[in-house]
């Protein structure tokens, strides 16, 4: 999948046009920022890890990582994150792309706490150099999400 899939994900909501290439990679949080001029935080990462044998993306904000105990507490095992090779063949997005959108059959998607914060975030598209500014509502209801969890902390800056 691709951000040409994204595209035709978002057309049946008529907002495939709002869909921002750019010219320079958006694959981090930080070049992300920086493609689109904004704040770290404000890039809507997406996690992939796997539950109970199956596919599941938590979107949380750029400047916060996954809080283990929490995560534990909730999901009621470790966090293990999906290869490269689990993320493609079981979501169908590349590294660097990975977002809910135009994902395959069986995906669970869960939004954090640490978004709520925001009017607007952005989340990649399908590929390494691509996004969307989407507000929590609007990211709510394009992302299929199962419910809001708290499993985040700050990252720590030196």
Known sequence: MSVEAVKEYFKQYGIENRVLEFP??????????????TQNARIC???????NGGPVLILTAGDVKIDN??????FHTKAKM???????ELVGHKIGGVCPFAVK?????????????????FPACGSSNSAIELTIEELEKY???????????PVETN
């Open 24 to 37: 320079v990679s958006s694959a981090t949080v930080e070049l992300a920022a920086r493609a689109l001029g």
């Open 105 to 121: 059959e069986g995906v669970s998607v869960y939004l954090d706490e640490s978004l709520k914060r925001f009017q607007t975030v």
């Open 143 to 153: 992302s299929g999400f199962k419910e809001w969890i708290d499993v985040s902390k």
């Open 82 to 88: 999906m290869s490269p090779g689990e993320l493609e």
């Open 69 to 74: 105990p929490k995560y534990k507490a909730f």
């Open 45 to 51: 990462k997406t996690l992939s890890f796997i539950v």
